[in-house]
């Protein structure tokens, strides 16, 4: 198996490309099949013939530090969710807020600090959309 970012030649059981560190999988400049370089817009690769996957999506990256703070300050109202766009636990920790008439504002607001922390330290690295996070 090869990287698709470097052409190096990885693990089949690796997660990350050790040489450069992408994710298998992300990319799209070379087969991870043989290793050959290819065209980011080919379905299939012209050396070995194996179909290529699309790389992840890229849209609107979503800032870490910034989902990281809301979530350190305004977790309780799950506002790094929505930002996130991962609205179903972000409706929930403004439901749990709110419905206790803020007595359940200790709960979310410890399950938002975690996040917040979670999001800094990397281990939260995407969006609701699977989009990653920049730093």
């Known amino acids: 198996m090869f990287c698709r970012n470097c052409g190096s030649e990885i693990d089949p059981n690796a997660s990350v490309c050790v040489k450069c560190g992408v994710a298998v999988g992300k990319c799209s400049s070379y087969c991870p099949n043989c290793g050959a370089a290819t065209d980011p817009h080919a379905s299939c690769c012209v050396n070995c013939g194996t179909a290529l996957t699309p790389p992840v999506p890229q849209g609107e990256q979503k800032s870490k530090m ?24 972000a409706l929930a920790q403004l439901l749990i807020t ?18 917040g922390i979670m999001i800094l330290t990397g281990s939260i690295d995407t969006d609701g959309k699977g989009v990653p996070l920049k730093d």
């Open 66 to 89: 910034a989902a990281g703070l809301l979530g350190i300050f305004l977790g309780g109202l799950g506002v790094h969710n929505f930002y996130l766009g991962n609205t179903g636990k």
């Open 98 to 115: 709110l419905l206790t008439c803020g007595f359940g504002s200790f709960i979310s607001g410890i399950w938002g600090l975690i996040e």
